[in-house]
């Protein structure tokens, strides 16, 4: 037993280990991959939102299917945005986590140019995310009213499902569908955001491509 607790530490040491910075910032990146991911999914659902409520406006003949599929469309859209606030509230506590960590070892770096180098990625990464944290912030607020006023309507919808209930809310037709178009744009500037900060927050490099895989792709352009 005591040969293989041997063999294990001497197995660990000449393999390495992962420095405590290196784990913060993997779980920093999941966490922020994982938040990507949550905005991603509002959005396509917001886009289905969209057109289940599109649908109810202009459906003829039994409400009820899609009044039903409104309803479930926006029950998922909901959900989402609870997901996004406590996938923020996860992300940050890693996003703190890291750069105190990071900050912290600053310290131990004796050479002068080199601690003010890995001081100025610091902030560069500390900006980044601050601005990725910002739009995400601005997101949900803005996601809560249009989710709000739908709310609205399908909860009047359910006390009474009729032609005329359904014409009383189309006047919001053309603001809902607004808001949507732009909560959509904005969702553009998260994503940009979250591979900004994941390529610049990796322990990777970028391949260069092989001399056969560009010469296919250039083959591939002539044709």
């Not at 601690?115 to 902030?123: I, V």
């Not at 209930?165 to 569908?177: G, P």
Request: with cysteine.
């Amino acid at each position: 037993m005591r040969g293989l607790m041997v063999m294990s530490l001497v197995f660990a040491v000449a393999c390495g280990s992962t420095p405590q910075g290196q784990k913060d910032a993997d779980k920093l990146n999941t966490a922020v991959e994982k938040l990507g991911a949550t905005a991603d999914a509002a959005e396509s659902n917001l886009l289905i939102l969209k057109e289940k409520y599109i649908a109810l406006l202009d459906a003829s003949g039994d409400l009820k299917k899609p009044y039903q599929e409104f309803d479930a469309a926006l029950k998922t859209c909901e959900g989402l945005v609870n997901d996004m606030e406590k996938t923020l509230g996860s992300t940050n506590v890693a996003a703190a986590t890291y750069f105190e960590g990071y900050e912290a070892n600053l310290a131990k770096i004796e050479s002068e140019s080199v601690r003010e180098q890995a001081r100025g990625r610091l902030e560069d990464r500390r900006a980044a995310y601050k601005a990725f944290q910002g739009h995400v912030e601005a997101g949900i607020q803005n996601y809560k009213p249009l989710l709000s006023t739908l709310r609205d309507h399908a909860t009047a919808l359910g006390l009474e499902l009729t032609p005329a209930s359904v014409k009383t809310i189309a006047s919001d037709r053309e603001m809902v569908s607004k808001q949507a178009d732009e909560w959509m744009k904005r969702n553009e500037a998260i994503k940009a955001d979250v591979e900004g900060f994941l390529a610049s927050n990796r322990p990777e490099t970028e391949m260069a491509p092989e001399p056969k895989a560009e010469a296919d792709a250039a083959a591939e352009k002539k044709q």
